[in-house]
């Protein structure tokens, strides 16, 4: 399964040492790492004797899975965001060294130090946090995306991100009515939230470096703090708005209503650790009109997933089941509007 | 006219069967019958809906007079180009209608759901039901 074969370990001993310029490189484990259907990773012990890196050192190795999705950046273009954002001070493991050789592994892959804690959302949501920890992981929730946001082009580390888009918001509305197109399956709700979309976009958006996937799941909490932001791989230039309003999304909160960020904490909470760490204060209708978009994204990836069971490319109850969510996001995006435009919304 | 059960009181008897099954499974297939049961369930209450759809009379009318020749299975792809083209912009009856048809959707795909957003809004009221079916 996967890459875990008798000479992988060598293979990655010889890496390591020539990469590091160890005398010598002993791995103790390799094993799987849960979660990441599109990506593979794996838990790697070392030890390594001499060189820049020596010492016991605990390591995740990133590679390609079998199924790629065309809207990802590649592990190499991973890597780069990694290295750009470790330096804002965000939560991000620290990035080692990237193979671009497949005839190591098979696939490119990347090595990055491990970080603590556990990412499992219904675990996090279901944790009986006082009002106390609650507050203080919101915040420093925002407090991460807004050291993230602090990455704004042009940047000479982020080229391969391409030209940012005048309108974020816009850039969005036609990529959703492509991917519509691409189904073929007509869908009136969604077009009527992309068209509302479209004729409130905001007349300007400030761009900078979004995670684009920022959520109660992708985020590694230890000791009640964020300790690590997983899962890079949609990572753009964007409206910082888009991750604020995808974190607050109804279909992130995991059952947990009540604490809109995340269903981890409270909004304002959340809103205050942003807000403190870039020096700006947010937007709330902003944030809905991009949880009405969250909605629609997400509504959008679902049809995706079930259009895989639907073609007969794979026979999956999961997938199957996941066509019939649809009718949540559009019930959440027709609410929002709704109260958006009514002017009720929770701000 | 058919014979009985039918397909949502099989579908019942069938999920209802399997349900003490949890208890035994290995965990690894615990998940597997849990969707299992999801999608039964779902396919009961789509076979309890029935194919009697006058929703479809009152979109045609919601949309406009062009509308009233468009076969039902043309129907969808036409509003759909329509709402993308600003051709129902300010249509707040199509907004409703739609809103409805959700809610209508949502009752059998998780009706839990539907009432969780209904208890979230204490102050909104379900919009005007237009299924006029009775089904349930």
């Known amino acids: 399964m996967g890459l875990i074969e008798p000479d992988i370990e060598t293979a990655l001993e010889d890496f390591v040492g020539a990469r590091s310029g160890a005398d010598a490189v002993l791995v103790h484990r390799i094993e799987p790492l849960p979660g990441g259907a599109i990506q593979e990773n794996y838990a790697v012990d070392l030890t390594i004797q001499g060189g820049s890196f020596a010492g016991s050192r605990e390591l995740v190795l990133r590679s390609d899975a079998r199924s790629a999705v065309g809207a990802s950046l590649s592990r190499a273009q991973e890597f780069a965001v990694l290295r750009r954002v470790h330096g804002t001070g965000a939560a991000t493991p620290r990035v080692l060294w990237l193979c671009e050789d497949t005839s190591l592994l098979g696939r490119a892959f990347y090595l990055m130090e491990r970080l603590p804690g556990t990412a499992n959302a219904r675990a996090l949501v279901r944790t009986p946090w006082t009002d106390a920890q609650r507050r203080a992981l919101v915040e420093s929730l925002g407090g991460q995306l807004a050291c993230i946001h602090s990455v704004r082009p042009p940047d000479p580390e982020l080229t391969f991100l391409g030209e940012p888009p005048g309108s974020p918001a816009l850039a969005r509305v036609a990529r959703y009515r492509e991917y519509l197109d691409a189904l073929g399956q007509a869908r009136p709700v969604l077009e009527w939230a992309l068209r509302w979309l479209e004729v409130h976009a905001p007349d300007s958006e400030e761009v900078v470096l979004c995670h684009c996937d920022f959520r109660t799941g992708n985020v590694l909490v230890s000791g009640g703090q964020v300790s690590g932001v997983l899962d890079w791989e949609f990572a753009g230039w964007s409206d910082p708005l888009e991750d604020l309003g995808w974190m607050c999304a109804r279909s992130w909160r995991f059952g947990a209503w009540c604490f809109e960020a995340g269903g981890l904490g409270h909004r304002s909470d959340f809103y205050h650790g942003y807000e403190r760490g870039r020096g700006v204060s947010i937007d709330a209708l902003g944030v809905a009109y991009w949880e009405v978009m969250a909605a629609v994204r997400w509504a959008v990836i679902a049809l995706q997933q079930s259009q895989r069971f639907l073609s007969r490319k794979e026979e999956s109850l999961e997938l199957a089941l996941t066509g019939r969510m649809v009718p949540e996001m559009e019930l959440d995006m027709l609410e929002l509007i709704e109260a958006i435009d009514a002017g009720t919304v929770n701000v | ?136």
Request: with cysteine; proline share 7%.
């Open chain 2, 1 to 136: 006219m058919f014979d009985r059960p039918d397909a949502a009181q099989l579908l019942t008897i069938a999920r209802e069967t399997l349900k003490p099954l949890l208890d035994d499974l290995p965990s690894e297939h615990r998940y597997s019958l849990l969707m299992v049961l999801n999608a039964m369930a779902i396919a009961a209450r789509d076979a309890r809906a029935g194919s009697a759809r006058p929703e479809v009379q009152q979109l045609r009318e919601a949309c406009g007079p062009e509308y009233s020749e468009i076969d039902c299975d043309a129907l969808s792809d036409r509003l759909a180009a329509d709402i993308r083209a600003g051709a129902h912009d300010g249509n707040t009856r199509l907004g409703q209608w739609l809103l409805a048809d959700v809610r209508r959707r949502l009752e059998r795909s998780n009706p839990q759901y539907l009432r969780m957003a209904d208890g979230a809004s204490p102050t909104k009221k379900p919009s005007p039901d237009f299924s006029g079916d009775g089904f349930r």
